[in-house]
């Protein structure tokens, strides 16, 4: 059973930055590839990125492409969201994901979740 804890939301101004955190009880933490995925208020959860388990392979959605990147420390089980230009439509519940197994953009595909944390982008 895999526990993650998010960290690092708050409250920006339109174009600011903020990281996240994803910390993970796990300590076989190398064998699961990562997700984070987002959540606004009425809407679905949806994918944002997702890291393999070594870290050179990487997804982004397309609207957060070039602006935000995912890495990992497998030191320290600990996965990132770097979040660049945050925009007011970025604002949601970011909540990180595990599985183990390859990448995947689909919610679905993962069976470990944090409780989230919320990222509030003020125009």
């Known amino acids: 059973q895999v526990q993650l804890v998010e960290s690092g939301g708050g409250l920006v101004q339109a174009g600011g930055s903020l990281r996240l955190s994803c910390a993970a009880s796990e300590r076989t933490f190398s064998n699961y590839a990562m997700g984070w995925f987002r959540q606004a208020p009425g809407k679905e959860r949806e994918f944002v990125a997702t890291?393999?388990?070594?870290?050179?392979?990487?997804y982004y959605a397309d609207s957060v492409k070039g602006r935000f990147t995912i890495s990992r420390d497998n030191a320290k089980n600990t996965v990132y969201l770097q979040m660049n230009s945050l925009k007011p439509e970025d604002t949601a519940v970011y909540y990180c994901a595990a599985r183990g197994d390859s990448c995947s953009a689909e919610r679905t595909a993962y069976n470990y979740w944090g409780q989230g944390t919320q990222v509030t982008v003020s125009s």
């Open positions: 890291i393999n388990w070594s870290g050179d392979i990487t």
